[in-house]
């Protein structure tokens, strides 16, 4: 079946480095998606990775390894805007989203 | 870059009425419409897929002839949650896909829909 692992909850501080994990398994695969969710908004997208490697986008970087069916999301210099959940997402052969449960970081001072 | 508009962002309605939920892309045509359910503290449920012009598919164990879901046109899909029930209360969010693989990516804002 498929099925996409990630943490449910991670703690946090200030101006540190957080990573969060993700494996998947799917029915074949066509990229890997994170979004972020703060509480009561709808998911806003962070990345995506289709090929092995690591995407640097500001303080946010996504890795992708399709051998080990497993990505991570690392957050650098953590603000306390960065409270939110983060969503993995994989697209199987059929481009279908396979979601996460979701990952709640909490940020303390 | 792509933006989905969502309407209503939360209503309130009476058990037993019908809410119409609409999403449309404002620049660019969405040949597919992806609606979710999402109860609170949990991740996104994939309710439907919808296709502009043909009729939608459906999750496992999502009622069709209660979610109805109409995409007449590239930019408008709509959710009609019909006989509403308090288990209906959600949060229901649309996302948007373009070109021949369809998949989405871009979210409307959600609409938070309380039945009492």
């Known amino acids: 079946g498929q099925n996409i692992d990630q943490p449910t909850e991670m703690t946090a501080t200030e101006g540190a480095i957080v990573q969060i994990n993700c494996t998947y398994q799917t029915s074949g695969f066509n990229g890997l998606f994170w979004y972020q969710q703060h509480a009561g908004e709808a998911p806003t997208f962070l990345s995506y990775n289709v090929l092995d490697g690591l995407e640097e986008k500001g303080r946010f970087s996504s890795f992708l390894s399709r051998s080990k069916g497993y990505s991570y999301l690392l957050l650098k210099e953590l603000q306390m805007k960065d409270s939110a959940s983060y969503l993995c997402a994989a697209a199987d052969s059929n481009y279908q989203l396979i979601w996460g449960a979701g990952t709640k970081l909490i940020i303390k001072p | 870059g792509a933006v989905v508009s969502q309407h209503p962002s939360w209503v309130i309605c009476k058990s037993g009425t019908s809410v119409k939920i609409e999403c449309r892309s404002l620049d660019f045509q969405a040949t597919t419409m992806f609606w979710y359910r999402q109860f609170p503290k949990q991740s996104l449920m994939l309710m439907a897929t919808?296709?502009?012009?043909?009729?939608?598919?459906?999750e496992q164990g999502v009622e069709k002839d209660k979610f109805l879901i109409n995409h007449a046109s590239l930019t408008l899909s709509t959710l009609t949650v019909t006989s509403a029930h308090p288990e209906d209360s959600s949060f229901y969010i649309c996302s948007a896909g373009q070109g021949e693989s369809g998949y989405g990516y871009t979210f409307g804002s959600g609409t938070r829909l309380t039945v009492v």
């Open positions: 919808s296709n502009e012009g043909s009729k939608a598919t459906y």
